[in-house]
């Protein structure tokens, strides 16, 4: 059983930072892919930033040189490294998961376990 747990969102203005974490408890981890999807109001969910088990990361466009993806393999936490926000960053963060061998991408169809989300929002 795959289980995974959001945390770190909150409110802050435009131009600060957060961290997001997510614990991911599963039965194996030699094959995965992992990363961070956001759902804003009125909008469908999108990748953000993936990660997998070779360490390769895709970036969506708009949050290249200000969010970093990072994974810690010992404690199994996904973390989502988040500077220079901005307004148009506000929606719920959520983490999602995949053990299956697959190509890397941003497409949320491709990952079949997620977190409840945490929302984000930026005030300008």
């Known amino acids: 059983q795959v289980q995974l747990g959001e945390s770190g969102g909150g409110s802050v203005q435009s131009g600060g930072s957060l961290t997001l974490s997510c614990t991911i408890s599963?039965?194996?981890?030699?094959?995965?892919?992992m990363g961070w999807f956001r759902q804003a109001p009125g909008k469908g969910r999108e990748g953000v930033a993936v990660?997998?088990?070779?360490?390769?990361?895709i970036y969506l466009d708009s949050v290249k040189d200000r969010f970093a993806i990072a994974l810690d393999k010992d404690t199994h936490t996904l973390e989502l490294r988040m500077n220079a926000l901005k307004p148009e960053d506000t929606a719920i963060y959520f983490c999602?998961?995949?053990?299956?061998?697959?190509?890397?991408?941003?497409?949320?169809?491709?990952?079949?376990?997620w977190g409840q989300g945490t929302q984000v929002t930026v005030s300008s």
């Open positions: 990660i997998d088990s070779t360490g390769a990361t």
């Open positions: 599963a039965s194996s981890y030699n094959v995965y892919r």
């Open positions: 999602g998961a995949d053990f299956r061998w697959f190509p890397l991408s941003l497409h949320k169809s491709e990952y079949k376990y």
